[in-house]
């Protein structure tokens, strides 16, 4: 792809999501997702392969109905109530069916069919901004709007997420499968606090961010696509593969990791909320996406595939990403004890 053409299109992107963040007005915010949806498209079919315009269709068509949906409410709760502004959203049937035009967009369970297929179609730079930056705009409008959605509604998503997510992902052994299924588990957690304390939503957004962001950067710095070339990458990069294994407990939430703070702080505010069971079958699904973030860690550390390729070995080289990585690696795993900053911070 031409440069002049690559740095149009992730201009594109930019101002889709930051048009979205800054309009009152849902019109507005409307043209700054179709313009994200819009600016992705041709990173997606660059690699000109029938599994890449696969994933380029069902992605458009699934964005084009969210978007259409989003619109539909919006117009309807103008007609209804005479308000275009974004917090102003107040009609019941529309406010449902925008939730379900956002969660659409964000492949949230039930509606989370499109997001393994599309991920597995897309080479890893794709797969990272559709995994990071795509979810931004979708999830602060959710947030801006939170007073008025459906508890129970968002609840039932998010217990369907985090099971879903943790179920599917178990039989994968395509890495960008997996970090779809993570994906969805993760907008579980971030969906159930949604309506309770959205300033926790914003920090557990934040914090898988930067852990996905992570991932797929070391994916793409071993070139493994799958569980069996992520375990060569030992032999590859030794440091970048130890990293690895870290940072994917951090993902499963496991203690002393960054990963675990946003879990324990929901936990702790939906117990506040009296929302014992809930919070149990959230936490119980949760172990599904530990084991096979497990799993992983245990094809990276304990395990040796026999290297039959002529490749020398890299990881004594000089990599021009190293500094941004390693301060990466150091949030990744190392922010749990400024937890009770951050809880004054939100409170």
Same mark, same amino acid.
């Given at each position: 792809?031409?440069?002049?053409?690559?740095?149009?299109?992730?201009?594109?992107?930019?101002?889709?999501?930051?048009?979205?963040?800054?309009?009152?007005?849902?019109?507005?915010?409307?043209?700054?997702?179709?313009?994200?949806?819009?600016?992705?498209?041709?990173?997606?079919?660059?690699?000109?392969?029938?599994?890449?315009?696969?994933?380029?269709?069902?992605?458009?068509?699934?964005?084009?109905?969210?978007?259409?949906?989003?619109?539909?409410?919006?117009?309807?709760?103008?007609?209804?109530?005479?308000?275009?502004?974004?917090?102003?959203?107040?009609?019941?049937?529309?406010?449902?069916?925008?939730?379900?035009?956002?969660?659409?967009?964000?492949?949230?369970?039930?509606?989370?069919?499109?997001?393994?297929?599309?991920?597995?179609?897309?080479?890893?730079?794709?797969?990272?901004?559709?995994?990071?930056?795509?979810?931004?705009? $979708?999830?602060? /409008?959710? &947030? =801006?709007?939170?007073?008025?959605? *459906?508890?129970?509604?968002?609840?039932?998503?998010?217990? %369907? #997420?985090?099971?879903?997510?943790?179920?599917?992902?178990?039989?994968?052994?395509?890495?960008?499968?997996?970090?779809?299924?993570?994906s969805i588990a993760h907008l579980g957690w971030m969906t159930l606090v949604l309506?309770?304390?959205?300033?926790?939503?914003?920090?557990?957004?934040?914090?898988?961010?930067?852990?996905?962001?992570?991932?797929?950067?070391?994916?793409?710095?071993?070139?493994?696509?799958?569980?069996?070339?992520?375990?060569?990458?030992?032999?590859?990069?030794?440091?970048?593969?130890?990293?690895?294994?870290?940072?994917?407990?951090?993902?499963?939430?496991?203690?002393?990791?960054?990963?675990?703070? $946003?879990?324990? /702080?929901? &936990? =702790?505010?939906?117990?506040?909320? *009296?929302?014992?069971?809930?919070?149990?079958?959230?936490? %119980? #699904?949760?172990?599904?996406?530990?084991?096979?973030?497990?799993?992983?860690?245990?094809?990276?550390?304990?395990?040796?595939?026999?290297?039959?390729?002529?490749?020398?070995?890299?990881w004594r080289q000089n990599n021009k990403n190293q500094m941004f990585m390693s301060?990466?690696?150091?949030?990744?795993?190392?922010?749990?004890?400024?937890?009770?900053?951050?809880?004054?911070?939100?409170?």
């Amino acid at each position: 792809m031409s440069p002049y053409a690559l740095s149009i299109i992730m201009s594109s992107l930019a101002t889709g999501t930051m048009l979205t963040l800054a309009s009152n007005h849902w019109f507005m915010a409307w043209m700054g997702l179709e313009l994200n949806t819009l600016a992705i498209i041709p990173l997606m079919t660059k690699t000109h392969h029938p599994r890449a315009t696969e994933a380029a269709t069902k992605y458009f068509l699934m964005q084009a109905l969210a978007s259409a949906m989003i619109l539909f409410s919006s117009t309807m709760n103008a007609w209804f109530m005479g308000e275009w502004e974004i917090t102003s959203m107040s009609h019941p049937i529309s406010t449902t069916i925008l939730t379900i035009g956002l969660t659409m967009k964000l492949g949230i369970a039930p509606f989370h069919m499109w997001l393994p297929d599309v991920l597995q179609g897309l080479n890893l730079l794709t797969c990272l901004i559709l995994s990071t930056w795509q979810k931004i705009a $979708p999830m602060i /409008l959710m &947030i =801006q709007i939170y007073p008025q959605l *459906n508890t129970n509604l968002l609840i039932v998503m998010a217990i %369907l #997420s985090t099971t879903i997510g943790g179920w599917g992902g178990l039989n994968q052994t395509q890495l960008r499968k997996i970090m779809a299924y993570s994906s969805i588990a993760h907008l579980g957690w971030m969906t159930l606090v949604l309506c309770f304390m959205p300033s926790l939503t914003l920090l557990n957004l934040t914090i898988y961010m930067m852990m996905t962001t992570l991932m797929f950067l070391m994916f793409m710095n071993t070139m493994s696509t799958t569980i069996n070339k992520m375990a060569m990458s030992w032999l590859k990069n030794p440091v970048m593969a130890a990293s690895m294994m870290i940072v994917l407990m951090s993902l499963g939430g496991l203690p002393p990791t960054t990963g675990f703070m $946003p879990k324990w /702080l929901i &936990i =702790q505010e939906m117990t506040k909320q *009296n929302l014992i069971a809930i919070t149990t079958i959230i936490a %119980l #699904s949760s172990l599904l996406s530990l084991f096979f973030y497990l799993r992983m860690s245990y094809s990276i550390s304990l395990t040796t595939s026999p290297n039959i390729s002529n490749t020398f070995s890299i990881w004594r080289q000089n990599n021009k990403n190293q500094m941004f990585m390693s301060m990466m690696i150091i949030l990744s795993t190392l922010m749990l004890p400024i937890t009770p900053t951050l809880i004054n911070i939100l409170n």
